[in-house]
């Protein structure tokens, strides 16, 4: 995984996670991603009283969401659609 410096911390980049008490968001998923212009952000994604990643294995609930957000059309890494579709279904 590719490493970057966020805030003067080494951090791993495209890596979702829950990071409890780094951001103002919390116990909400995050993940940090390099924008475009190259600056590292963060990305708040998910509901916060949502459990782990694993929790969805309903096909018909998976196929539901996408459906719902039209995953297939989301491609860009800094937005938390993206990170939504691919981690959370």
Same mark, same amino acid.
């Given at each position: 995984? $590719?490493?970057?410096? #966020? =805030?003067g *911390? +080494?951090?791993?980049?495209?890596a979702p !996670? *829950?990071?409890a008490g780094?951001?103002? $968001?919390? +116990?909400k =998923?995050?993940?940090?991603? +390099?924008?475009d212009k190259?600056?590292? &952000?963060v990305?708040?994604?998910?509901d916060?009283?949502m459990?782990?990643?694993?929790? @969805?294995?309903n096909? =018909? !609930?998976r196929k539901n969401? @996408?459906?719902?957000?039209? %995953?297939?059309?989301? +491609?860009d &890494?800094t *937005?938390?659609g993206?990170?939504a %579709? =691919?981690?959370? #279904?």
């Amino acid at each position: 995984m $590719a490493q970057a410096t #966020w =805030k003067g *911390k +080494k951090v791993t980049l495209n890596a979702p !996670r *829950k990071i409890a008490g780094v951001t103002p $968001a919390g +116990k909400k =998923k995050s993940v940090f991603v +390099k924008s475009d212009k190259g600056n590292v &952000k963060v990305v708040h994604f998910g509901d916060s009283s949502m459990s782990d990643f694993t929790q @969805h294995h309903n096909e =018909k !609930r998976r196929k539901n969401f @996408h459906a719902r957000h039209n %995953c297939a059309d989301k +491609k860009d &890494k800094t *937005k938390a659609g993206y990170w939504a %579709c =691919k981690n959370l #279904w």
